[in-house]
């Protein structure tokens, strides 16, 4: 169903008109929807932490709500 192909790829595959229907892709009600906080506002909420490194680390907070740990250069 990628963008940018026209038709089916495989004997499988449906095509996307047939594919894009049913309840999965019906419902219109946004209220239903889980409610994920912007980016934004969650990096409003950590307050800065001043470093004398050139490289710090990330993992979010750790546990299962952090994220894989990722190295940030601030040169």
Not at 1 to 8: L, S
Not at 37 to 55: C, H, S
């Amino acid at each position: 169903q990628a963008p940018n192909f026209e038709g089916v790829w495989s004997d499988t595959q449906s095509p996307r008109t047939v594919a894009m229907n049913g309840p999965r892709f019906e419902q219109t009600d946004f209220s239903t929807q889980p409610f994920a906080p912007a980016a934004i506002d969650l990096i409003a909420k950590t307050p800065v932490t001043f470093v004398e490194e050139r490289v710090v680390a990330c993992d979010g907070g750790g546990g299962a709500l952090g994220h894989p740990k990722v190295y940030i250069n601030l040169d």
